[in-house]
């Protein structure tokens, strides 16, 4: 298994210390963690969703492309929200379902980039006995640059 | 189909990679999103209720089929025009081997003053052409 160094992997540990629905705040900043992102890590990324694009894979051809070397897919936030984000988060509760989400891209992440989020919980709602909570998130990269912003939705454990 | 802005049209269709899933994928999509939720790795845990809802065994992660659109949109867009955003929810859960297939349907065009835009409606089907994503894209082509 590859996976980042020093990521606990198994989310029940320490379930009992995140919040639950009662308990988190809209409005309030989540906390977060800064994640150097690594071409292995791309590599991955690309492997999983079947990426074969040589601007995010081989650094000969990224080179004399548009970007002037290596850059991550626009979807690369799905890894960086996790890697971005403690063991103690609410995100990693077991059962957590993602009902949707929305990103907007500005720049490319880039292998070496020191990523940072800023996320918050924005609303909660019960709709159908189901419990939600918006969330949103925005990372830059080490020069402060907006890489993406999204929000999504999940439905909470009960 | 082409992707010049000016000979693009409403209702112009894109396709996507087809994706075979398995327990494999689903893992291997967990080693590189770093979302181990048990959703996606513990038969046991997806016996139990949620809500009203039992899946029945382990679901792909909806930000897979997510990872596919995008795929499929920078896939088409040409050099200088910029994929600049997504939404999307998911209608169905994905479950090990099914093979879905992210579509795209260009739904209107338009141009400002200092950019001009493409808006797709996007949706993933499964191997009975059910849904099991949908949502909207934007992307930015070069004036």
């Known amino acids: 298994m590859v996976q980042a160094q020093g990521f606990e992997t ?11 629905w009662d308990d988190i705040v809209p409005g309030e900043p989540r906390k977060t963690l800064p994640y150097t992102l690594t071409q292995q890590a791309i590599a991955l990324y690309c492997k999983a969703v079947g990426e074969t694009n040589p601007l995010y894979l081989d650094e000969k051809a990224a080179k004399a492309g548009p970007h002037g070397g290596l850059v991550a ?18 995100m990693r509760s077991p059962g957590t379902i993602n009902a949707g989400q929305s990103w907007s891209y500005n720049i490319h992440a880039r292998p070496g980039d020191t990523i940072r989020l800023e996320a918050r919980a924005l609303d909660k709602f019960i709709k159908r ?3 939600f909570v918006v969330h949103d998130n925005v990372f830059f990269n080490q020069h402060d640059q907006v890489i993406c912003s999204g929000r999504g939705q999940t439905i909470r454990p009960a | ?12 269709t894109i396709d996507g990679p087809s994706f075979a899933v398995s327990r ?9 999103s770093l979302d181990y939720n048990p959703l ?3 038969d046991d845990y997806m016996k139990s209720d949620f809500g009203r809802t039992n ?21 088409w867009i040409p050099p200088g025009a ?33 950019s001009r835009w493409v808006l797709l409606d996007v949706v993933v089907r499964n191997q009975k052409d059910e849904p099991v994503a949908v949502g909207e894209a934007m992307v930015e082509f070069p004036s």
């Open chain 2, 82 to 114: 910029v994929h600049r955003r997504l939404e999307t929810r998911w209608v169905k859960p994905v479950r090990p081997g099914d093979t879905i297939r992210p579509a795209g349907t260009i739904k209107a065009r338009q141009t400002m003053q200092k």
């Open chain 2, 1 to 12: 189909m082409n992707n010049d802005f000016d000979r693009l049209s409403d209702g112009d």
């Open chain 1, 129 to 131: 006995q189901r419990l």
């Open chain 1, 73 to 90: 897919p626009p979807s690369i936030h799905i890894l960086l929200m996790f890697s971005c984000t403690p063991a103690d988060d609410w």
């Open chain 1, 10 to 20: 198994d989310f029940w540990k320490d379930a009992n210390l995140r919040k639950g």
């Open chain 2, 55 to 75: 899946f029945g065994g382990i679901i792909m992660h909806g930000m897979n089929s997510f990872g596919l659109i995008s795929r499929m949109i920078t896939d």
């Open chain 2, 24 to 32: 494999e994928s689903i893992r291997l999509f967990c080693d590189a």
């Open chain 2, 40 to 42: 996606h790795l513990d």
